[in-house]
C-alpha cells in the first residue's frame, strides 16, 4: 500500500544539537511539505518542494534546513538556532496542492 | 495573503446532536477548499473538498458547500457520535499565487458527549 513515513514518532533531543527527522513516500508524488503543529494552534508552513533538488521556505523556515535529493524523500534538519524547537512535526505529500494532500503520523520533538 | 478563519472551540455536543463549524477565508484567486480531520496523537486526513463554487463535499455524514458569496465552507453533520471526537481544520489552496502549498485555520475540537 502507498503511503507516507515519518520516523521517529517521538524524539528529545539535547540543547545545542541538530535533529533530522525522516520523511518518505512511495506515492510518486511530486511535491512535498513540512509543517509544525504547537498545541492548539494550526499548522504552520516551515519549508515545501515542488520537484526534486528544489525547495521553498515556507512561513517559519528561520532555525529549519531541508533537502530534496530524491522524489521519495523529505528530511527536515531542526538546527541549534531554532528557538523553540519542541513541537509536533508533520510531512505530507501531493500531486500538487490544489488536490490535497496525504499526511504522515508526525514526529513529536521535545527538546529536554 | 490568503488566510482562513475557523471558529473557536472546543465545541461540545451531545451525541446525534447538529454540528456545524464555521470557516470563512480570504484568496487572491479561486481556491479549493478543504476539511481535514486530526485524531489524538495522528496526523491529518482528507475529510472532504471542494474546487470549485457551490461544490458540494461529502464524506462519512460530513457535508460543507463552497459559498463564493460569502467566502464561506462551513462543515456541518446531521447527527454526531462520540466517534467524531477530534479535531477538525479547514484549509484552502490558491491556484493564482506562488504559494503552492496549503493555508490551514487554526483548528476547531470537537467533543462529543454520549
Known amino acids: 500500500d502507498g503511503g507516507i513515513t515519518q520516523s521517529p514518532k517521538y524524539l528529545f533531543r539535547k540543547e545545542g544539537q541538530n535533529v533530522t527527522l525522516s520523511c518518505e513516500q512511495n506515492?510518486?508524488?511530486?511535491?512535498m511539505y513540512w509543517y509544525r503543529q504547537d498545541p492548539g494552534q494550526g499548522l504552520r508552513l516551515i519549508y515545501y518542494?515542488?520537484?526534486?533538488?528544489?525547495?521553498q521556505k515556507g512561513d517559519i523556515a528561520e532555525g529549519y534546513s531541508v533537502s530534496r535529493e530524491k522524489k521519495e524523500s523529505f528530511p527536515l534538519t531542526v538546527t541549534s538556532a531554532q528557538k523553540n524547537p519542541t513541537a509536533f512535526y508533520l510531512c505530507?505529500?501531493?500531486?500538487?496542492?490544489?488536490?490535497?494532500?496525504?499526511f504522515g503520523s508526525g514526529t513529536r520533538l521535545t527538546v529536554v | 495573503g490568503n488566510s482562513v478563519t475557523q471558529m473557536e472551540g472546543p465545541v461540545t455536543l451531545s451525541e446525534e446532536a447538529f454540528l456545524t463549524i464555521n470557516c470563512t477565508y480570504t484568496?487572491?484567486?479561486?481556491?479549493?477548499l478543504f476539511w481535514y480531520v486530526q485524531y489524538p496523537g495522528e496526523g491529518l486526513q482528507l475529510l472532504l473538498k471542494?474546487?470549485?463554487?457551490?461544490d458540494k463535499g461529502s464524506n462519512k455524514g460530513f457535508e460543507a458547500t463552497y459559498r463564493k458569496e460569502t467566502t464561506s465552507f462551513h462543515l456541518e453533520k446531521g447527527s454526531v457520535q462520540v466517534s467524531d471526537s477530534a479535531v477538525y481544520f479547514c484549509?484552502?489552496?490558491?491556484?493564482?499565487?506562488?504559494?503552492?502549498?496549503?493555508?490551514f485555520g487554526s483548528g476547531t475540537r470537537l467533543q462529543v458527549q454520549p
Open positions: 484549509a484552502l489552496s490558491d491556484r493564482v499565487t506562488g504559494r503552492r502549498a496549503l493555508t
Open positions: 518542494s515542488q520537484i526534486v533538488n528544489d525547495f
Open positions: 506515492l510518486n508524488h511530486d511535491a
Open positions: 471542494a474546487t470549485k463554487a457551490d
Open positions: 484568496a487572491t484567486g479561486y481556491p479549493s
Open positions: 505530507a505529500s501531493s500531486i500538487e496542492a490544489v488536490y490535497g494532500y496525504t
